[in-house]
């Protein structure tokens, strides 16, 4: 498995990933041969059953949901790219590079685009705001069928109530930000 | 007018007239110690004589109205005695208006402990031997260390596991062998007649000498409110350490006596080590899942409830202890285990109990270990030698600032946080030695160890710098760093919810990599939990609540007794559109028709809905807090003892919107 995952991918390849996404050769290369060993049809691509194969993703609450986050707009396949670009957020924050190139784009695993990706999951239709329902929605995945649907709804109210600032009954993602200190989270989680 | 002057004046004065009061009762306490010790012996002699002639002569004495008997209760006075004090102290320290916030309050218990002990001695020749050792670690030490085990912060401590133990133990294994390896170079470098001590004593002497000392680092670090992660590593520290110091101890002390240590007794250590830890650990397992199970069936004797808590854990302790394994990870591990199960099945009026007495009596037993401290100096035989006691402060401090900075640096390369240098400086700073310490070098055997004198000397040496010096400073020194305070974490229900998503998106990505790290373990942990665990120790209908649900539970009860306490709770309709359970309440009168997962929610028109939420909303606004209090001197805010005065304001409000319901109608 090894050398023929080396061979499927190529240097120059390698060092493009590396530029954009900032992982180290060896993690790309074990990242490589993680997807050729969840790309069942060998096509150099992954479906949505390529991951819903991994068994503890579909015991996850949230399954689905990641799954998502990899496909971009309207497309089922994604490549080892698009594989490397979506896990690139995940990737902690490493005090060197904050000295780089200034101009350069924000690197894909700064901390604004941490947010914005864990703010994504929440937000499906991007209207950039987490509304009542799509709220209810995680939560009905996170908490499972034993609870009534009312009894989620006042939970559902009352967490908008506490981030909510402006009034709109909406959570933005700034107030998504202060309310959930999700920051301080994501400092000690990715 | 000059009445209303006088009035003024008098009241004014009246904290320092309460201070007087105070310092006068605490005099005669103090003076009343030795005197009831004194005339307890000699009147003893005199009983024995009455009762020894009346065998004889039988003559007929005058019917006693009224006599004196002290020997009698001696002991339980005496005992009861020195507990006031204690109290009586921590309540004139509060009554000074700024001496508490220069002063930490370990140091002027201290201090106190020194003149009562002066006074002791001044009054009779011999000072009673208060800081026993048996009487400490059987008596003082449990309830600290087991309020700290039942309010250890779970989360922080376990994703901080891997720093605690490299400090506490590659970090006292370093302290122990450095302090004593270069104490034994010095004393043979010196020509005095401190060659005689051999190496084993020495490295003896620096494994007591090395370990953090929970109680020291609880009482100073307290009142610095300092951020949480700082206060998690060297708290976690001091506490982990024990196991390491049992087995370094008993080692030493063993082999000095043979006077020599082989490789195999080294690789013996190693598994001791081993043993001890994990022994202790599993004991306290063991107990907590005992007491959690019997919690399961205590809903018709609410009343003694709390103290299965207190009695499994000190069984946990104690049988630790038989068998030499470390009895404070043994009680960290049954407070811990048993602390998501108790609270899942008792009363709330349990539960409370348990948080005050446990706060009570750690509160007591650390005052009454500073006291005893003090005391205990005054009596002891002290051997005074230049030499060893100042190099014992200066290795102990070097020791620890390059112990600090080496692993930092190996662990940085681990941590996805790193550790700053001001990190660094605060955990090497925090690392207090306390009455462990001493009681340890207390429990040498004289006959086996003739410098004992010289090591209890060093010892509280070292016991007082550290706590007058470092105790003092850290406070000025965390203001001047300007190191992260502690924020004031209002543990919202957003934050719950967004923990757990997090939790479950990196459990995902980590199972799509195909990475077998920190999450994917938690994650099965709290699968097995859920599924076997909580079915098993848990009151049947709780258990299958998830943890978000139950969180919110425990808000909504608090918002209910709130409401309820304030006296709004009259004007609402009989059923609250909440989706708590008025079982923990209402023990009596079981859910009826309730189906075990759910909850009757009655059916009311939207308008009447609407009205009700506003309500709740309203009294939403007080802060949710989970029990993050680690805090011994102010319990983290409780709902109920809220100003007074917001109570009026929020009744006012109720009451303005419940006119608006009832009006339009």
Known sequence: MGSRASTLLREEEIEEIKKETGFSHSQITRLYSRFTSLDKGENGTLSREDFQRIPELAINPLGDRIINAFFPEGEDQVNFRGFMRTLAHFRPIEDNEKNKNPTASEPLNSRSNKLLFAFRLYDLDRDDKISRDELLQVLRMMVGVNISDEQLGSIADRTIQEADTNGDSCISFQEFIKASLVEKLCETCF | ?665
């Not at chain 2, 002990?117 to 009054?123: C, D, E, R, S």
């Open chain 2, 1 to 665: 007018m000059m009445a209303k002057m006088r009035f003024v004046r008098r009241v004014s004065s009246l904290p320092e007239f309460g201070l007087l009061l105070l310092v006068i009762f605490v005099l005669l306490e103090g003076s009343l110690l030795p005197l009831g010790a004194a005339s307890s012996t000699s009147k003893s002699c005199e009983e024995a004589k009455q009762g020894h002639t009346e065998v004889h002569n039988f003559t007929k004495k005058a019917f006693p109205v009224l006599g004196v008997d002290y020997g009698h209760i001696k002991n339980p006075f005496e005992i009861s005695l020195w507990v006031l004090l204690a109290c009586l102290m921590k309540l004139g320290f509060h009554l000074i208006p700024r001496l508490s916030s220069i002063v930490p309050e370990s140091c002027l218990l201290i201090v106190v402990g020194l003149l009562v002990g002066g006074l002791i001695k001044l009054a009779r020749e011999e000072v009673p031997p208060v800081l026993d050792s048996k009487f400490f670690f059987l008596y003082l030490l449990p309830p600290i260390i087991l309020d700290a085990g039942y309010f250890l912060p779970i989360r922080p401590f376990m994703e901080n596991l891997g720093t605690i133990l490299m400090f506490a133990v590659i970090g006292t294994l370093w302290n122990a062998f450095f302090i004593g390896g270069l104490l034994y170079g010095i004393c043979q470098i010196s020509n005095s007649d401190l060659t005689a001590i051999g190496i084993l004593p020495c490295l003896l002497f620096g494994s007591i000498i090395s370990a953090v000392d929970p109680v020291a680092v609880l009482a100073v670090f307290e009142e610095i409110h300092i951020n949480e992660l700082l206060h998690i590593l060297v708290f976690g520290e001091s506490l982990l350490n024990d196991a390491v110091t049992v087995v370094l101890y008993h080692l030493f002390e063993e082999f000095s006596v043979d006077g020599s240590v082989t490789v195999l007794d080294g690789i013996l250590g190693v598994i001791s080590f081993l043993v001890v830890a994990l022994g202790g650990v599993l004991f306290g397992a063991m107990y907590g899942f005992l007491a959690a199970l019997t919690s399961r069936f205590t809903s018709h004797t609410r009343v003694i409830e709390p103290l299965f808590a207190f009695l499994y854990s000190y069984m946990a302790y104690l049988s630790a202890e038989v068998f030499h394994l470390s009895g404070i990870m043994a009680l960290i591990a049954c407070g811990a285990v048993m602390r998501p199960y108790i609270e899942a099945n008792i009363s709330h009026k349990s539960h409370t109990t348990i948080k005050y007495f446990l706060k009570m009596l750690s509160s007591v037993s650390e005052t009454l270990i500073f006291i005893f401290l003090g005391v205990a100096t005054v009596d002891g035989r002290h051997s005074w030698n230049w030499i060893f006691v100042t190099m014992s402060v200066v290795l102990c401090l070097v020791a620890r600032v390059i112990g600090v900075v080496g692993l930092t640096f190996i662990i940085n390369k681990f941590r996805i946080v790193k550790l700053t240098t001001k990190d660094q400086f605060i955990i090497a700073y925090g690392g207090l030695r306390g009455a462990i310490a001493f009681s340890l070098g207390f429990l040498l055997k004289e006959d086996h160890f003739h410098m004992r004198d010289m090591f209890l000397t060093a010892i509280i040496t070292v016991i007082f710098f550290t706590v007058f010096v470092q105790g003092m400073t850290i406070k000025p020194l965390v203001e001047l760093l300007a190191v992260k305070k502690k924020q004031e974490a209002k543990r919202s229900i957003n934050e719950e919810i967004h923990t757990q998503f997090l939790d479950h998106l990196l459990t995902g990505i980590e199972d799509i990599c195909g990475h077998y790290g920190h999450h994917h373990w938690k994650d099965k942990l709290n699968r097995f939990n859920k599924k076997y665990v909580k079915k098993f120790l848990i009151v049947s209908e709780r258990s299958k609540e998830p943890q978000l649900i139950a969180f919110y539970h425990k808000m909504e009860m608090k918002q209910a007794i709130q409401l309820v306490e304030s006296g709004g709770g009259s004007k609402l309709p009989s059923a609250v559109p909440s989706t708590v359970s008025m079982q923990n309440i209402q023990p009596k009168n079981p859910p009826a028709t309730t189906k075990p997962a759910e909850r009757v929610l009655p059916q009311l028109s939207k308008g009447r809905e609407e009205e009700i939420r506003k309500i709740l909303r309203s009294n939403l606004q007080r802060t949710r807090q989970r029990l993050h209090s680690y805090n011994r001197h102010t319990l983290v805010a409780d709902p109920y003892e809220d100003g007074f005065s917001d109570l009026i304001l929020k009744k006012q409000r109720m009451m303005a919107i419940d006119k608006k319901v009832h009006n339009p109608r």
